[in-house]
């Protein structure tokens, strides 16, 4: 089986792993085409092993580059007869620590993946959604931009960042026909937190968990993402935790900083490694 024509459609950055491998493999399983794009080739050949034989194309993608952007979607248009009713923007790296202790080079590359990246594929998508009828731009913001986290200021100051670009577009992209939303998940169960903490014996899903920290299986972000493409709402908070600190952000924002300086450093559990990420 191959692309059909009428057939839904979605692009997902940072398809290889986490987050965007999961939303392919359920909107996959409602009978969308999944274009799967990621640096990770051998990551990207796993995750169309997932999804029904023909029904994904796999794109090289280097989110930081914006010729390479331009590249992948003239591919995926190909596949698809023009079509793209989904951009997922979802490559991510998450890395943390004091700010004076991070290096340039790793503050300019988080900078450029989390937020330039997604200006890049939007700007690289705009022409084929806004041809596509019904089409939307969804992002992967984060928990951590609702309300800034210690250690993780950079990360922070992305998804903050990616939060505003949801909200502008839905307003600017609306007399297209093009919706804009985000999600915004707390700890989700990929490899990002998998990693062991440096001076410990623990992942980094074990330290969250020990501290009190909810971290929901990645089975949760498929539903949400469907959720967030259908219905009306800008932000979709995805598990307990990001209900909880969108509430406490609004309503109690001096409790949740007292909550935020009792819970202490997380930085340093966050692997460097791209992912579709954190969130």
Known sequence: MAYQSGQKTIFITGGASGLGREVGRYFAGRG???GIADINEAGMAETAAMIPEGQSS??????????NWKS?????SNVTGGNMHVLFNNAGIGEGGPIEEMT?????????????????GTRACFEILKNTPDSCVLYTASAAGIYGVADLSVYSATKFAVRGLAESHDLEFRK????????MPGFIDTNIISDVV?????????????SGVLVSPVSIIG???WDAVHQDKVHT????????????????????RKQQVELGDLGNILSPTEQPDKN
């Open 198 to 210: 440096e001076g410990t014996n623990q992942s980094g899903k074990e330290r969250l968990e020990e």
């Open 223 to 225: 539903p949400a993402a």
């Open 237 to 256: 908070p995805v598990n307990k935790m990001a209900k909880q600190l969108a509430f406490a952000a609004r309503w109690m924002p001096g409790r949740l």
């Open 104 to 120: 340039d080079e790793d503050i300019d590359l988080m900078i450029a993946i989390n937020f330039t990246g997604c200006i890049s």
């Open 176 to 183: 297209y026909g093009i919706k804009s939303r985000s999600l």
């Open 72 to 76: 992948a979607v003239a591919e995926f």
């Open 58 to 67: 796999i794109h090289k993608l280097d989110v930081t580059n914006r010729a």
């Open 32 to 34: 969308w085409f999944i």
